[in-house]
């Protein structure tokens, strides 16, 4: 059996996230359908992680064994030929037995797109979102500087991010290594993370906490204290899915 690893990107407006379901449309299930018609096999799609409905990626992984002889470059090609536009394939290659797009990883890279000016340009409305008020930037890249290195994140975690039944291994523990606020023009603004990993929903709650901040509904230390609570309920809201990217997985 031959392991091939995808480079993919999609817009995932109109999906119900990337894990296949039973009932609605996703990214895993549009691909994997494709590699079944390609190569004739019950195909498993395995991915870097989930993300969200209404969540986009510029490099999510993923990996399938096959017996197929189909050389990489025709899986590339037949796929684009095949997806919907909204789901494109960036790269094909064979890989060793032993990779696993989501095991293997090592961390992540995700950003979230803001605009906070009183107008949002209409083709960017489903890939920021619209915060039309003005952003404390100094509180916030305080609080930012404050998710650097390795923390309980349970605060910002989301029910349903892992077993929580579970004893072992590292509960809602991650090291974050870099966490950063980029100012692209006077009202667009990006949000930066990358760590070793993500709770489910943590970086759309991180960042809705982060605009109680920036509005002044919440001081700095009342974002420090938030961290510290490890209580979900001591955290801001969870910030909309349409902002959010996974900008790359790293190995």
Request: net charge positive; glycine share 12%.
């Amino acid at each position: 059996m031959r392991n091939i690893r995808l480079l993919i990107a999609f817009d995932g407006t109109g999906y119900c996230g990337w894990q296949r379901q039973r009932h609605g449309v996703t990214i895993q299930g549009e691909i994997e359908d494709r590699l079944a018609t390609m190569t004739g096999e019950q195909v498993v799609l395995h991915g870097a992680g989930r993300t969200d409905a209404g969540v986009h990626a510029e490099g999510m992984v993923a990996n399938f064994h096959t017996g197929s002889g189909i050389p990489c470059p025709a899986f590339y090609n037949g796929l684009n030929s095949m997806l919907p536009a909204a789901i494109r394939i960036l790269a094909t290659d064979e890989v060793g037995e032993s990779f696993h797009a989501r095991f293997s990883a090592r961390g992540k890279h995700y950003l979230y797109r803001l605009c906070c000016g009183p107008v949002q340009m209409p083709q960017h409305r489903l890939y920021s979102l619209h915060h039309p008020a003005a952003i404390d930037v100094s509180a916030v890249r305080a609080c930012l500087s404050m998710l650097e290195g390795t923390h309980d994140f349970a605060s910002f975690e989301n029910t349903g991010s892992r077993d929580r039944t579970i004893e072992t291994g590292r509960g809602s523990v991650r090291t974050i290594y870099t966490a950063e606020l980029h100012i692209r023009s006077q009202y667009e603004y990006e949000f930066s993370f990358v760590g070793d990993g993500f709770l489910r929903q943590m970086v759309r709650n991180i960042v809705g906490t982060l605009l109680e901040v920036g509005r002044g509904k919440r001081s700095v230390d009342g974002f420090h204290q938030a961290l510290l609570a490890r209580e979900r309920t001591a955290a801001g809201p969870t910030a909309p899915a349409r902002g959010l990217t996974l900008k790359a997985v790293l190995y």
